[in-house]
């Protein structure tokens, strides 16, 4: 059940006790009153993150995903460059330090620098390729005002459309539908800058993008499925590689356009979810993946609730259902009786970040408590952000966090930079939970996000 969807103060809900906090951290990481200073902590992050940072000769920046591989070099917003520019660029605006602004501009500088190169394999996905970059550098115009940022973003996606390549139903740009590298995270981008900007090519290239996905929907007993690829062939129910993503991206579509063939998709997707969904005690889980992982339920934004419940908030929204709201519920409901982060499980790993950990479950409570708060949010971030704080490794006026970015390779621990893998999405959190404690907007929601706007 609903208490309030908007006008309660964070202070109160996030004022997190000392005895949560390791020594090494509890020092100087808290302000008057003894809470959490959450910009001195992002600040630590990305002071972490910069100590890695290269510079060519003309003055453009780029940071690798592994601080101790130098060349590990990615332009892209999942764990390279792009996500850290997103960061920086928030932090200026949140800290009103203009030295993040500084080093989110020569980021940027070598976003665009990378994006231009002849016969670049960078791809067109939301968070591998040009949209990610799109929608990074189009928020730095929001954040600074110059036209610069501005041209080069119109610029790339429409780089994107010309690299569209037609299909039965409408355009692709590979063989995933998906939000990640996909034709789901594409069309997120092209939709909502061709809105903001007035922009038929981009509008239309949405548009097809959606006809595109409704061709490759695949019927199921019950409603319709989207596997990861037509190569693989893999059936990953939830948001990031399978239905729960496309169905929200064509959920979006009907939204802007009204137009009736887009919701029938999106309430198929629904459908299919809700018939293989495992069910207990009020809460509801998605399984990981079909072949092999029926019984493994991963926890965040990848293969988990946190994810998997934006296509049901986005549902509600369009339809105000009452069944969709329960679905937000239940799957918060399921989050919660994992016991993670605090209690691993097969699809909860050492992992802190945005994508499979911490962050990705702390973010979906935010979310929750600006835009859905329930009973099952109270107290809900305190011992998330405990827990990533007992794991944060400091250095100095830096902090990291080693973690395993895969459930496969639990040994390969690795400290990263990024925005979905590392310090990146980490200090995204912490801003987040700034803004919220202050009662102030969030102004840099992620392309694939249904929490933008107070209702």
């Not at 330090?97 to 665009?112: C, T």
Request: proline share 5%; with cysteine; aromatic share 8%.
């Amino acid at each position: 059940m609903i208490l309030t969807r908007r006008g309660f103060a964070g202070r109160a809900a996030l004022g997190l006790g000392l005895s949560l906090l390791p020594g090494v951290v509890l020092a100087q990481a808290v302000g008057t009153g003894g809470k959490l200073d959450y910009i001195d902590l992002a600040k630590r992050s990305a002071r972490w993150i910069d100590a890695s940072a290269q510079q060519d000769a003309a003055g453009a920046v780029r940071w690798p995903a592994d601080p101790l591989t130098p060349d590990a070099l990615s332009p892209s917003l999942y764990s390279g460059s792009a996500g850290i520019v997103a960061f920086f660029t928030a932090l200026g605006r949140y800290s009103s330090e203009p030295v993040w602004l500084d080093k989110a501009r020569k980021g940027a500088r070598g976003l665009i620098a990378d994006a231009a190169v002849p016969g670049s394999d960078l791809d067109a996905g939301l968070y591998t390729g040009r949209a990610g970059l799109v929608h990074v550098l189009a928020d730095l115009h929001k954040a600074t005002g110059e036209a610069e940022w501005l041209g080069a973003a119109k610029q790339i996606a429409h780089d994107i459309v010309r690299g569209a390549q037609d299909a039965p139903g409408g355009v692709e740009w590979s063989d995933s539908p998906d939000i990640v590298s996909g034709g789901s995270g594409v069309g997120l981008v092209l939709l909502r800058y061709g809105r903001e900007w007035n922009d038929p090519v981009l509008i239309e290239a949405a548009e097809k993008t959606g006809r595109r996905l409704i061709a490759l929907g695949e019927p199921a007993p019950v409603g319709v499925l989207w596997r990861a690829s037509r190569e693989s062939g893999l059936n990953f129910p939830n948001f990031s590689h399978g239905t729960a993503g496309v169905a929200y991206y064509l959920a979006e579509l009907h939204q802007a356009t009204g137009k009736p063939e887009y919701l029938k998709a999106a309430l198929d997707g629904a459908a299919y979810l809700d018939s293989i969904a495992a069910r207990k005690d009020g809460g509801a889980l998605i399984f990981h993946r079909e072949d092999g992982g029926l019984d493994r339920f991963y926890v965040g934004w990848c293969h988990g609730p946190a994810g998997t419940a934006r296509l049901f908030y986005k549902m509600h929204q369009i339809t105000r259902d009452p069944a969709h709201a329960a679905w937000v519920d239940a799957l918060t409901t399921g989050l919660k009786h994992t016991g993670a982060p605090l209690q691993p499980s097969a699809g909860y790993w050492n992992n802190v970040s945005q994508c499979c950990g911490n962050a990705g479950i702390a973010q979906h409570y935010i979310d929750l408590t600006r835009y859905w708060r329930t009973e099952a949010t109270t107290g809900a971030i305190e011992p998330i952000i405990g827990d990533t704080l007992r794991r944060a490794t400091r250095d100095g006026e830096r902090l990291s966090w080693l973690q395993a970015e895969h459930r496969t390779q639990p040994e390969n621990l690795v400290a990263q930079t990024g925005l979905m893998q590392g310090a990146s999405g980490l200090g995204l959190l912490f801003l987040q939970l700034h803004a919220l404690e202050q009662d102030k907007p969030w102004e840099f929601p992620l392309p694939d996000t249904p929490f933008r706007t107070l209702i």
